[in-house]
């Protein structure tokens, strides 16, 4: 029987060298994560939320908004996300709904909903072009002066988009994006795990970024454009990654991406390990790639535009994310090469140490973002026990697998998200 208590038992006989030498992948790497995350959160929970001036809500009042959404095979989806549209407390001026090429009917569906009002303008790609495109043509359609780009498969609550806006009472904001929760957090433990990865990561991780500006990511699923900054630095890009890369222009081009803490948009996460594992390797080859090939030159100081926050944000990323996700095996080899057998005592001392601070951080990230009920948090709590083995050795497997795959046979170029056309298109402009 595994006896837990072994591994502090043999810590308590160490001294402080060996102790620290045993440790220093936490020490050096993950703890630094989770303090800073924790002090930002910490700091958040003493400041005010600021409603918008009455001179701010007549501006907000004044804007025009248009509803982008773009989809493929998503017919079951559209019903509930127009009723969740339909009774925002803001009035949503033009929505704008482009079929990208699907075969499940959805073109006849949205054309119906045209008829009927619920959507302004329903237009339907022959063939499938890709997100990008789909997205691209209702931009250029868009009256309006925010521009919303939002899923079919996703809800909102009723005051999501109201809440969406008020950041560009600033009008060096150029785009903000919401919280997004998981809708099927009690379909699996897979579905589970994510609605805890989310709850934390959103509520202390965008929290945390927010304070230091450096939100990097519109979410393609829930996020709001400037129809100026859009203009300035262009449409999406085809291929992967294209919500990341078009907040990283916007950045680069002195736009602020501020994120809505309090605006709610609900999605489905993938139920299964083989969904998940292929949503987070495109997902994490598409970072690797937008970051280090196509905007690598972050790092040249000579460059026409050089940004320090900028860079110092791709430092951060490299050391938190892929410096990481490399060390760790080899961390995980060095103990077993330097302390046999006892490494297993260490492993375990870490995941206990692991356990604790992710109880730490899901409870300061409920207590902050105050959205979620007493069953769901219930019924997803004891995934906490094992959520250190998720996050911390699954998922960091995944990652390392995704970018070996993107560094060496730079796999993107082949993704499904994408026709093969638009993402061989995308990989050759890199």
Not at 12 to 19: F, H, K, P
Not at 50 to 60: I, S, V
Not at 194 to 219: F, N, P
Not at 243 to 267: N, V, Y
Request: charge should be positive; aromatic fraction near 12%.
């Amino acid at each position: 029987m595994l006896d837990l208590g072994a591994p502090f038992v043999m810590l308590g006989q160490l001294d402080w060298a060996t102790w620290l030498a045993m440790f220093w992948f936490m020490i050096l790497l993950e703890v630094p994560r989770y303090t800073l995350s924790g002090m930002a959160v910490f700091a958040a929970s003493f400041a005010r939320k600021q409603k918008p001036t009455p001179a701010e809500q007549r501006y907000l009042d004044g804007l025009k908004l248009s509803v982008v959404i773009a989809g493929h095979n998503e017919a079951d989806a559209i019903e509930r996300c127009l009723k969740s549209l339909s009774e925002q407390t803001r009035k949503i001026d033009e929505i704008i709904f482009i079929d990208d090429g699907s075969t499940d009917g959805m073109r006849e569906i949205i054309h119906k909903y045209r008829l009927r009002g619920q959507i302004d303008i329903a237009l339907s790609n022959q063939v499938r072009s890709g997100k990008s495109a789909s997205c691209n043509l209702g931009f250029s359609l868009a009256k309006g002066d925010i521009i919303i780009n939002l899923d079919a498969d996703c809800s909102y609550d009723r005051d999501a988009i109201a809440r969406l806006i008020e950041p560009f009472t600033d009008p060096r904001v150029g785009a903000a994006t919401g919280s997004i929760g998981v809708r099927n957090y009690d379909y699996s433990a897979v579905t589970g795990y994510q609605a805890i990865e989310y709850i934390v990561s959103i509520g202390m991780g965008k929290r945390a970024l927010d304070t230091i500006d450096m939100v990097v990511c519109a979410s393609g699923a829930f996020g709001a454009f400037r129809r100026e900054a859009i203009h300035q630095v262009g449409l999406l890009a085809p291929g992967p990654g294209e919500d990341f890369d078009l907040t990283l222009r916007l950045r680069r081009s002195g736009w602020k991406i501020r994120f809505a803490a309090d605006s709610w948009c609900f999605t489905d996460t993938p139920a299964t390990v083989a969904a998940l594992v292929r949503q987070r390797r495109r997902w994490d080859r598409d970072t690797l790639r937008t970051r280090m090939r196509k905007f690598r030159d972050t790092f040249r100081a000579g460059r026409r535009r050089f940004l320090l926050l900028e860079t110092f944000e791709q430092c951060e990323w490299l050391v938190m994310n892929g410096l990481v996700t490399l060390v760790f095996p080899i961390y995980v080899g060095w103990l077993f090469l330097c302390f046999g057998v006892g490494a297993l005592n260490i492993l375990i001392a870490v995941a206990i140490i692991y356990l604790v601070l992710d109880a730490i951080g899901f409870l300061m990230a409920l207590a902050i973002c105050r959205r979620y009920s007493a069953g769901m948090v219930w019924t997803i709590a004891p995934y906490i026990l094992t959520f250190g083995l998720y996050n911390g050795v699954f998922m960091r497997c995944v990652r390392l697998h995704a970018y070996g795959e993107e560094w060496i046979y730079r796999a993107s170029s082949r993704d499904s998200y994408s026709p093969s056309r638009v993402s061989h298109q995308a990989h050759w402009k890199s």
